[in-house]
């Protein structure tokens, strides 16, 4: 009988990928990947993107006119820890690239900004950015496939799946708690590996995800990268819960943080 481990759907790990990433590149045959440091999933099903003004892929995108061109964003999603292989994920978006019409740009960078006021949307449509910042140009991606590819594989989802998902509740704040449990909580690192496979204890374990649906551990020894996810009960979606379920992930008999009783 097979386990079903409890974890997020692909869409989901696409979405928090997304919220996660600080920046992206956008790749079209024939010119040097460009980065960007807005990528907004709109209702549509396309992404916003923001492009150098000044850049090639700007002038090649005019020069396509209402065609557009073909084009891959990918984002890294990058272990908040010094891993001896610090990317967990990578997520391909291939579609047609398009201008935005200039009378359209104001209320799209105004709805962007409502759901994740990024500070280089300020930089958008700027003659002088302050301080010499790059200007951007904002266009967007018209989906035509979505993969995403770690540890376990390459998997597609359709973007249907994508628009319903949400990044899991705790992603914006995952990398600083994962680097406080490494660096002030080694204790609970210790009790959360007592729950690996006895074939991976003898490994150097680090704390590499936490979500919803678990938390996942790094297993660094001589015979490569080992990731293993510990899951909840069920999926949790408040701190409170968050911390209850980890103390039952390290066996703690006090579930609701109650000191022991003196003697």
Request: charged letters at 20%.
């Amino acid at each position: 009988m097979t386990t079903v481990v409890a974890a997020p759907t692909t869409a989901e790990r696409i979405r928090s990928a997304c919220a996660r990433a600080g920046g992206a590149m956008v790749a079209v045959d024939g010119l040097d990947p460009t980065a960007t440091p807005v990528h907004h999933l709109l209702a549509d099903g396309s992404f916003a993107i923001t492009i150098p003004v000044d850049g090639y892929l700007a002038g090649a995108l005019v020069s396509a006119g209402a065609a557009g061109m073909q084009a891959v964003l990918e984002m890294t999603d990058y272990a908040p820890l010094p891993l001896r292989e610090p990317v967990r994920s990578l997520v391909w978006i291939r579609g047609r690239l398009v201008s935005v019409p200039a009378g359209e740009v104001g209320g799209l960078l105004d709805l962007i900004a409502a759901e994740h006021p990024n500070p280089a949307l300020l930089q958008v449509n700027t003659d002088e950015p302050a301080g010499g910042e790059t200007a951007y140009a904002l266009v967007r991606l018209e989906i035509e496939s979505v993969v995403v590819a770690d540890s376990t594989g390459a998997e597609s989802v359709g973007v249907g799946a994508l628009l319903e998902a949400r990044p899991d509740p705790f992603c914006g704040l995952e990398s600083c708690w994962l680097r406080h449990l490494e660096s002030a909580h080694r204790d609970v690192v210790e009790r959360l590996s007592a729950r690996l496979p006895m074939t991976l204890r003898g490994g150097r374990v680090r704390p590499l995800g936490l979500d919803r649906y678990g938390v996942q551990l790094r297993v660094e020894d001589e015979t490569g990268d080992h990731d293993v996810r510990l899951p909840f009960a069920k999926p949790v979606d408040d701190v409170a819960g968050l911390s209850q379920a980890i103390r039952v992930l390290m066996g703690c008999p006090f579930l609701n943080g109650l000191r022991a009783r003196r003697i």
